[in-house]
């Protein structure tokens, strides 16, 4: 079991490493582009609907990230409780069940408030 470790200890490693400096890139070019756009005179109706598009999503996104960690953190309390053996899959269920349930909440929520 050791040597799956040391298999994708690496590639996660550099997974995360090349996704975040995908995702820095795609932020910083997607504003750049916008800002030129805006500057060069080039935004009318339809470029300002998808820019509106692009930043409602972004009003919420403090509330989706709270309720993921706070569902997180939250099994991590609960399975300090829990007596699981070392094999036990209830840990990992347990976690994935509340960050569904913290994605759950926000769905609803924003549901309900586009539907104002």
């Known amino acids: 079991m050791n040597y799956l470790r040391d298999i994708f ?9 090349g996704t975040a ?6 932020v910083m070019t997607d504003y750049i582009l916008k800002k030129k756009m805006i500057e060069k005179g080039f ?11 692009h930043t409602s ?8 990230w709270g309720l993921i960690i706070f569902f997180a953190g939250l099994a991590l309390v609960i399975m300090e409780f829990i007596p699981t ?11 994935a069940l ?6 759950l909440i926000y769905y609803y ?5 586009l539907n104002k």
């Not at 400096?21 to 795609?26: A, E, G, Q, S």
């Not at 999503?57 to 989706?64: A, C, F, T, V």
């Open 21 to 26: 400096i995908y995702l820095f890139t795609k």
């Open 85 to 95: 053996g070392p094999d036990s899959p209830l840990p990992y269920g347990l976690f």
């Open 98 to 103: 509340s960050v569904s349930l913290g994605f």
């Open 43 to 53: 935004v009318n109706d339809d470029t300002q609907a998808i820019f509106k598009q």
């Open 109 to 113: 929520v924003i549901k309900k408030e």
């Open 57 to 64: 999503d972004g009003r919420y996104s403090s509330l989706k």
């Open 9 to 17: 200890m690496p590639i996660t490693i550099i997974g995360s490493f």
